[in-house]
């Protein structure tokens, strides 16, 4: 059984979060197979980005009165994303959802009593680690790939997001973004699943076993987990290449590691740990807190649908309409 190896950094951040949750006197619950119960439909929506503004002057935690200050506030923040995105005025735009389905959450990640100005958490900077050549290294990645870019004369040169064939958020590892921010984790004595409502990503964990060597890769990765005093612990190798260009943190030689630990019945506390030494001069990490979420919806978006002729059909018009222009 392989386990990474995460940063001093991360290890004196999660004995620090195991000192406050001992100070609760909180004792997480069992499954009827003996292991930490973390199951639940859990939202993690935030306003805290990945990385930490420089309005926050380095302080990884602000009272509740600074963020009111540096935060806009949501409905001017939703009214912002209407007036310049796809609600945005202008005889081009075809318009899309408005914001009544907009729920980026109404404040900073709260940790332990304090708002938290970016999700990673080391390096103590609040920043992604590159090497020098990492961010060149990274395009290299997404440029090479046979598709993504949207431009096609078929569906397959479409982005991933636009086949449904993969979340358009980050699920791997999770961060907050527009909306749908709920997932889900059913538990067995063997495997693990991660439900990702928005595009019903479903990630399948086994338990206690070693990574696979298989002959293609799959969409979200290899995962395999064990549990680790109340943790469950996720590991998550071999992403399917095309995946490179979708997901954020996703790139080919990534391990990503996951810790879900209950530190209320209502809260689970979630970090994870990059690393690839490709791009990163060290492994980094994260971490935010999920709540109790609503029930999961069905995520009607799948590959083929009326939506994906529509945008074939628009671009053949285009392209008639260029050539009738040329004559």
């Avoid at 499954?31 to 306003?47: E, H, I, L, M």
């Avoid at 399948?204 to 680790?228: A, K, M, N, T």
Wanted: proline share 6%; net charge negative; with cysteine.
């Amino acid at each position: 059984m392989r386990k990474l190896a995460i940063s001093a950094g991360s290890i004196l951040s999660l004995l620090i979060a195991n000192t406050v949750f001992s100070a609760e006197e909180y004792v997480p619950p069992k499954t009827s197979f003996g292991v930490p119960d973390v199951q639940g439909v859990w939202n993690y929506k935030t306003r805290t980005g990945l990385e930490r503004p420089d309005t926050y002057e380095g302080a990884l935690e602000v009272d509740e009165a600074t963020m009111l200050e540096k935060m806009v506030s949501t409905p001017d923040y939703i009214a912002f994303l209407e007036a310049t995105g796809a609600e945005a005025p202008g005889d081009h735009n075809v318009g899309g959802y408005n914001g009544f389905w907009i729920t980026p959450g109404d404040a900073l990640a709260q940790m332990n009593g304090k708002y938290r100005t970016s999700l990673i958490v080391d390096p103590p900077n609040g920043k992604i680690p590159w090497k020098e050549d990492g961010p060149a290294t990274r395009r290299s990645q997404r440029s090479d790939l046979p598709m993504g870019f949207a431009e096609s004369d078929g569906p397959e040169g479409r982005t991933l997001s636009d086949r449904c064939l993969v979340s358009f958020s980050s699920t791997a590892p999770f961060m907050s973004s527009l909306y749908n921010n709920h997932m889900q984790i059913v538990q067995s004595p063997t495997h693990v699943v991660l439900l990702a409502e928005m595009v019903h990503n479903a990630r399948i964990v086994r338990i206690d076993q070693d990574f696979r060597d298989l002959p293609f890769e799959q969409w979200l990765g290899d995962s395999i987990g064990y549990y680790e005093g109340d943790s469950l612990v996720v590991q998550t190798r071999n992403f399917n290449p095309w995946q490179v260009d979708k997901e954020q943190m996703i790139s080919e030689n990534i391990t990503l590691t996951e810790r879900f630990t209950r530190v209320a019945d209502d809260k689970i506390h979630y970090a994870f740990t990059i690393d690839d030494p490709d791009l990163y001069t060290q492994p980094w990490t994260s971490e935010m807190p999920m709540y109790t979420g609503e029930d999961l919806y069905e995520y009607a978006c799948h590959e083929g649908n009326y939506a994906m002729k529509a945008i074939l059909a628009g671009a053949r018009r285009l392209e008639a309409d260029a050539r009738a222009a040329e004559q």
